[in-house]
C-alpha cells in the first residue's frame, strides 16, 4: 500500500511539473507574479546601507570626548549579554557602585549610574530634586550652565542665573551673595567646563550651600578622573559624570550619586518627578539602593554599557585615583609647552584653573578654525574640535583624557596642529 501511495505521489508530481513548463503556464506567470506583489505587506524595499557591512574609520580622539575606548573596555563590551534581572547581572551593577563610590569619593548609598549619557544624570538631578515653582541658581561660564538652566526652566523651576563669558570663574563671595538673594533649593555648577578649557574651584562651596539650606550639584562629566574631587569631603550633595572622556567607556551610561541631604529633599517631595524613566524612586530600587531585597523591573538597562563601565571603574581603582590626577596634569603640562613652542596662545590665563583633560586655546590670528580642524582630520585622521555654545568662534580644544592621556598623543597633536597651521591659508591682516 506504501509502495502505491509513493507512487502515486510521484505521478502527481510528475504531472505539476509538467504544468509549469506548459505554454499556458508561461502565459500565466506574470500574472502570478503580479497576484504575489499584491499580496505582500511590504511595500518599502531593503535599503541598499543595509545591505553592505559595517565601515567605521580608525581615529585619534583628540577632542573633547568621546575618547578612544582601550582593547580591554571594548572586550569587556563585547562579553555575552546576560538578562538585565539576572543575579550575575546585579553583582555587576554593585561592582559598578562601589567603582563609581570610589572615583567619587563618596560613602553615598545612593549611588548609581544612569541608562543614557551625561544629559540622563543632568536630568535626573533636577528632575528629583526640584520641584516646580521652586528657586534654582545656575552658575554659567560655559554650555553645560546654559543646558541646565534650560532643563530647570523645562520642568518649570524659577531660574536664576550667574553669567560669567566662557573661561571665567566665580568667586565663593560672588556665589553667596547670588544664593542669600535668589534663596534656591539647588546651586548648580560645573567643575569641568569642557566647552572652555576651565576647571573650576570647588572648596568652601558646600559649606556656604549648607549654611542657607541649598543643595549643590556639580558636574564632573569633563573631569572626573583628570583632575581631583572629593565628594564628601567636599559637601557636594549631587554629583554626576559620563562614561566617555577619562573613564573612557563608550557613551551611552552615566555615574551619578545623591548624599543624605539630597534624598531627603527628593523622597519628600509634594509632586512626582516629570519623568518615569529617571524617578529616583524607581531607580534606587533597581539598583539595590532602597533597602528592599527584591529588585523590581523599572526598564531595560544597557548591559554591554554596564559591562564596559565596570571594566573602565576597574581601571581606574587598579591604577589610582591620584596617579591618574597627577599623569593627566603632567601630560597637560607636557601639551602646554609644545603649544606655546608654536606660538599659540592659551585661552585660560591662569594655569591652576586649566581643566588638564581639555585644553583650548584661542584661535590663532589670520586663521579659520574650521580650515584648520578639516584638515587636522583629513591628513592626520585626528579629532580636534571648535568651541561649544557661548565658546564657539573663541578657542579650538584638543583632549587627552585616560587611554589617550600620554605624552606621545600630545606630539602627535602638536605635529598635526604644526601641519595645519603652515598649509592652511592664513588670511592678511
Known amino acids: 500500500m506504501q509502495r502505491a501511495l509513493f507512487s502515486r505521489s510521484a505521478l502527481l508530481a510528475q504531472q505539476a511539473a509538467a504544468a509549469l513548463d506548459s505554454p499556458l503556464a508561461a502565459r500565466s506567470a506574470p500574472l502570478l507574479q503580479r497576484l504575489d506583489r499584491s499580496m505582500s505587506s511590504v511595500t518599502i524595499p531593503p535599503p ?76 535626573c538631578a533636577v528632575f528629583n530634586t526640584v520641584e516646580p515653582g521652586e528657586s534654582v541658581l545656575i552658575a554659567i561660564n560655559g554650555i553645560w550652565g546654559e543646558r541646565v538652566a534650560e532643563i530647570a526652566e523645562r520642568m518649570g523651576a524659577n531660574v536664576h542665573r550667574m553669567v560669567k563669558s566662557p573661561g571665567g570663574y566665580f568667586t565663593n563671595k560672588e556665589i553667596e551673595q547670588a544664593i542669600a538673594k535668589h534663596k534656591p533649593v539647588l546651586f548648580f555648577l560645573t567643575h569641568g567646563e569642557s566647552s572652555a578649557g576651565l576647571c573650576h574651584p570647588v572648596d568652601g562651596i558646600g559649606d556656604i550651600c549648607r549654611k542657607h539650606d541649598c543643595l549643590f550639584l556639580v558636574d564632573t562629566v569633563a573631569s572626573l578622573g583628570a583632575a581631583p574631587i572629593f565628594m564628601d569631603k567636599q559637601n557636594i550633595d549631587i554629583l554626576y559624570t559620563g562614561s566617555q572622556k577619562a573613564l573612557n567607556a563608550p557613551p551611552g551610561t552615566a555615574p551619578i550619586s545623591f548624599n543624605d541631604r539630597a534624598c531627603h529633599k527628593m523622597f519628600n517631595r509634594k509632586t512626582k518627578p516629570v519623568s518615569y524613566l529617571f524617578d529616583m524612586t524607581h531607580l534606587s530600587n533597581y539598583w539595590g539602593c532602597d533597602g528592599n531585597p527584591a529588585r523590581a523591573y523599572h526598564h531595560t538597562g544597557p548591559v554591554s554599557g554596564f559591562f564596559a563601565l565596570r571594566e573602565s571603574l576597574a581601571i581606574l581603582a587598579e591604577k589610582g585615583l591620584e596617579e591618574s590626577w597627577k599623569k593627566h596634569k603632567e601630560v597637560a603640562a607636557y601639551l602646554y609647552r609644545g603649544l606655546e613652542d608654536l606660538g599659540l596662545k592659551l585661552f585660560v590665563h591662569e594655569r591652576d584653573l586649566r581643566l588638564p583633560s581639555v585644553t583650548t586655546i584661542t584661535i590663532p590670528d589670520g586663521y579659520n578654525w574650521r580650515e584648520l580642524l578639516v584638515y587636522i582630520m583629513k591628513h592626520h585622521q585626528m579629532e580636534m574640535t571648535g568651541g561649544l555654545g557661548p565658546s564657539i568662534g573663541m578657542v579650538m580644544r584638543i583632549g587627552l583624557m585616560g587611554y589617550n592621556c600620554e605624552k606621545t598623543n600630545a606630539d602627535m597633536a602638536l605635529h598635526a596642529l604644526a601641519d595645519a597651521l603652515k598649509n592652511c591659508k592664513k588670511s592678511k591682516a
Open 48 to 123: 541598499a546601507c543595509m545591505l553592505r557591512p559595517l565601515e567605521a574609520p580608525l581615529r585619534y580622539l583628540f577632542g573633547p570626548g568621546p575618547s578612544n575606548v582601550p582593547p580591554r573596555i571594548l572586550a569587556a563590551g563585547g562579553k555575552p549579554i546576560i538578562g538585565h534581572l539576572h543575579p550575575e547581572m546585579y553583582e555587576i551593577m554593585n561592582d559598578i557602585k562601589r567603582g563609581i563610590q570610589y572615583a567619587f569619593q563618596t560613602e553615598n548609598n545612593m549611588t548609581i549610574a544612569m541608562s543614557g549619557s551625561g544629559h540622563a544624570a543632568m536630568e
